[in-house]
């Protein structure tokens, strides 16, 4: 696990955490530059995401690993945190059982546990792992799905974008990660019923991946019944911070206040 930081200390602490749909970090340099303007960032990326060796195990082992680096410097409460994806499951294990507050807290398009039979849950893994392998492994398949000019952020080059991209798939990104991601992501626990918490939880999807949200949503709901909802028109999952960052830095400002 790294844990950049960027902005001045003496500013509000902000976690951010960096882990999505595989992407290295110049696909939330663009928020992460604009948090830095007015919040001190802590930027986690997990073991299997941050470009050193080793393998992502799990929710829980990186919301631990988190828990003890940040408490082993003095840090108790952030006033902000953004996780999507995976990203924002880490937030939420993290948040329910590490003892550390969080006033306001966006889950951007983030994976809650499945309630499905078991048998159930291991096919929907094997055909996930399989389909990223593809996408991770076959350079021509991932522009097919995503072409350069659609998966490039504004102001940024889309060969340089597209060869971090694949460095990272071919030398970082293992098929053991590939294999924890998609089953930890889908299958992790949360304390039940969750902590008293007072934190102010936000859950953002993308109008296009509203119907591959419906049972994220439906659990959240139930697990933390005040939070709050909004779709994001126009944007699938993860578009709206890595494509599309000047809505992001938008709505980002109008939650958090700054």
């Given at each position: 696990?790294?844990?950049?930081?960027?902005?001045?200390?003496?500013?509000?602490?902000?976690?951010?955490?960096?882990?999505?749909?595989?992407?290295?970090?110049?696909?939330?340099?663009?928020?992460?530059?604009y948090?830095?303007?007015?919040?001190?960032?802590?930027?986690?990326?997990?073991?299997?995401?941050?470009?050193?060796?080793?393998?992502?195990?799990?929710?829980?082992?990186?919301?631990?690993?988190?828990?003890?680096?940040?408490?082993?410097?003095?840090?108790?409460s952030?006033?902000?945190?953004?996780?999507?994806?995976?990203?924002?499951?880490?937030?939420?294990?993290?948040?329910?059982?590490?003892?550390?507050?969080?006033?306001?807290?966006?889950?951007?398009?983030?994976?809650?546990?499945?309630?499905?039979?078991?048998?159930?849950?291991?096919?929907?893994?094997?055909?996930d792992?399989?389909?990223?392998?593809?996408?991770?492994r076959?350079?021509?398949?991932?522009?097919?799905?995503?072409?350069?000019?659609?998966?490039?952020?504004?102001?940024?080059?889309?060969?340089?974008?597209?060869?971090?991209?694949?460095?990272?798939?071919?030398?970082?990104?293992?098929?053991?990660?590939?294999?924890?991601?998609?089953?930890?992501?889908?299958?992790?626990?949360?304390?039940?019923?969750?902590?008293?918490?007072?934190?102010?939880?936000?859950?953002?999807?993308?109008?296009?991946?509203?119907?591959?949200?419906?049972?994220?949503?439906?659990?959240?709901?139930?697990?933390?019944p005040?939070?709050q909802?909004?779709?994001?028109?126009?944007?699938?999952?993860?578009?709206?911070?890595?494509?599309?960052?000047?809505?992001?830095i938008i709505?980002?400002?109008?939650?958090?206040?700054?």
């Open positions: 696990m790294i844990v950049k930081e960027y902005g001045k200390k003496e500013n509000p602490r902000f976690l951010l955490i960096a882990t999505a749909a595989m992407e290295p970090w110049n696909a939330f340099e663009p928020a992460i530059l948090l830095a303007k007015e919040y001190h960032v802590y930027a986690v990326a997990a073991d299997g995401h941050d470009r050193l060796s080793g393998n992502f195990e799990s929710v829980e082992k990186t919301a631990r690993q988190m828990q003890i680096y940040f408490k082993a410097r003095g840090i108790t952030f006033y902000g945190a953004y996780g999507l994806s995976m990203g924002g499951a880490i937030l939420l294990r993290f948040l329910t059982t590490a003892g550390i507050r969080v006033k306001k807290a966006v889950l951007d398009g983030a994976i809650l546990p499945y309630t499905y039979p078991k048998w159930l849950c291991k096919m929907i893994w094997v055909k792992y399989f389909t990223m392998k593809a996408v991770a076959n350079h021509t398949l991932l522009e097919w799905i995503v072409p350069r000019e659609e998966g490039t952020p504004k102001g940024m080059d889309p060969d340089e974008v597209y060869e971090d991209l694949y460095a990272f798939y071919d030398n970082n990104y293992s098929d053991t990660s590939i294999k924890n991601d998609f089953w930890s992501a889908n299958n992790y626990d949360l304390p039940m019923p969750p902590p008293l918490m007072d934190t102010e939880f936000i859950y953002w999807a993308g109008e296009k991946e509203i119907g591959a949200r419906r049972n994220d949503l439906k659990f959240l709901k139930q697990y933390l005040g939070v909802y909004v779709k994001m028109k126009g944007v699938g999952h993860g578009e709206l911070v890595m494509f599309k960052p000047e809505r992001w709505a980002a400002k109008h939650f958090f206040g700054k």
